[in-house]
């Protein structure tokens, strides 16, 4: 402004011809001049304005690529009781097209299936014509074939990236975990159950990486054993298939699940073929002898018999059309320990009848026999009992046959005959003693199951179990070897074994139930086809190597006892 | 005297300005690190899962077995190799020890492989 001020005067001395024309001149520009000055100061605060506001303006959110994860979930991490991985999520790249964004249409899905040789171009080339925003090329790349397709650069090709179920252990632990959908929704095992009930993964955040997780009372060495005798004697025994479960007596957790043919998780497929299914849970068998130990153990109970009661066995029962004869006749009078170990069906049948039908049924109500098992494992079958419930059917329930049920639910029924009377559900998440008591309910007394054991032992040590004898682990169990239908009739070359065993007899841990499913005469079980050749042997395997893992330490007789000079030598 | 006040006032004003102006651009600057940081962090969980499903990939217990079976000259524990202090009888140690084990040599502990507490 003092500038402006010392301006005019130079002007005045120039031009004083006509004062009065300069000064207006003067007082007009004056004004122009200050516009002048006005607009810029305007524009210049504007500009500083705009600059200020572009400082302070938050960060553009997130980054140039928007990471969408949205289409499939994260799951937890399922672990065996051990901490070890059963299932886990890992990203995985999902390739996508923009249609909007593609140039050439032809030679895009033509790169893209250079490096993907099993993309149907013709079909590509179809979707991206139809002009949707979205189309979804391939799911699960590895990470080599998305640097590949980076690599090529061409455009209006992009990534999604979105978890991926993985099953490190494959098909080991395959019934008990189950599998899930290509949107990572659960489908079948563990992983349904843990969609189900969200809060499971919640409730225990403290595994070492902070992410959710869900453990299972499985022990995955335990599960490895079991999967691989089994397998070994699907094959020795050519048998059509094989299952295994393992159960500790007490707290009632799963700890081993197997049923042969199984399939790969991370293949999930393979789940859809027919004779996959868990046969543990989902199938329902008549289990034949095994069922003895029920009739005798409710017989004890009731006080209807005792160890040193006799029952007649010299000859068959006819019943009507129906004849019961043992298969390992002795035709003599039989003790309750000796109808056990030889197995009679006839001592079976008329001890059930002592018992009488409705107290027969009671029994096996009480143990959870009749009615439908519910375990975390959603996909479990209901029993099949007769609906006329008449003195034949309770004489053929006494060995087995005329009611069929899932091996699970058998195992979870000779809990108290092992354990000491408590009737325990068997359970898949890990679950203590005292957790398990607390809920069990006495189903028969103390003293019955303690005659169980001492059965149960005499039948390995003299009976049909011999070939289950794991030395040092006093091991007792029952054989059952069941007949088929074909057709209308009782076929007796299918059979369906199985064996019932616990260990150790003298304070049971464990129960162990093995089943094989039409097993043949081999040589390797002398010809034979029954339990006593082919499930009790395989349970004998099994126990000799879980029993170490398990914790249970072997105990032999004294005079077995000594040490190996080789071995007292390297000490 | 006012006059001075109101520079002083308006110099004050800008320089506060501009340190107001440094700090929020530092944060913001601190704002883009954590943002990568977050995204760094991401990258190197996944590389985690990933690792952790290898690793137990490797330790399937058939993979172990069979290593095991091929590397290692051992055999499993048979039942008679365990045994448990408490059951250790007096006669057990009363056994004639080897020759060898005479003169210099303390007498050795008795072959025990004590098995460890069950879970």
Known sequence: ???LKANPVAE???ANADPRAERVHLARSRHRYRLACLVFAASFLLIAFRLVSFGFAAPEPGSAIPHDISATVHRPDILDRHGRLLATDIKG???YADPARV??????????ASVLPDINTAELREKLQQGRRFVSIKRELTPTQQAEIHELGVPGLGFIEEYRRVYPVGATACHVVGHVDVDNKGLAGIEKFIDDNPQLAMSRPENPEGGESVTLSLDLGVQHVLREELSRALVSYRAKAAAGVIINVHSGEVVGLASLPDYDPNHREQALAKDRLNRISSGTYEMGSVFKVFTVASVLDAGIATMRSTYDATSAIHVGSFTIDDFHAKHQ????????????????AKMALDLGVERHRAALEKLGLLTRLTTELGESAAPIVPAHWERINTMTIAFGHGLSVTPLQLAAAALPLVNGGLAVTPTFLPRSRAEAEAQARQVLKPATSKAMLQLMRLNVLKGTGKRANAEGYRVGGKTGTAEKVIGRHYSSSTLLTSFLA?????????LVLVMLDEPQRVAASDNQ??????AAPTVGKIVERIAPILGVPPRLPEDQRKFDEKVLASY | MLRFVNICLVLGLAALAYVIYQVKYEARALDEQIVDLNKKIEGERDGIAVLRAEWSLLNRPERIERLAAKYLKLAPAQPRQLITLDRLADRDFERPRPETAGAGTKPSTVP????????
């Open chain 1, 1 to 3: 402004m003092k500038a």
């Open chain 1, 12 to 14: 005045t001395a120039k």
């Open chain 1, 93 to 95: 790249a999902t390739l």
């Open chain 1, 103 to 112: 140039i050439d249409r032809d030679e895009l899905s033509e790169q893209v």
């Open chain 1, 333 to 348: 009078r039989l003790t309750v320990p000796e109808v056990f170990i030889y197995s009679s069906n006839i001592g079976a």
């Open chain 1, 502 to 510: 616990t260990f150790p007899t003298d304070a049971p841990e464990y």
């Open chain 1, 529 to 534: 086809a029954t339990a006593g050749v082919n």
């Open chain 2, 112 to 119: 025990v492989a004590v098995q460890a507490p069950a879970e």
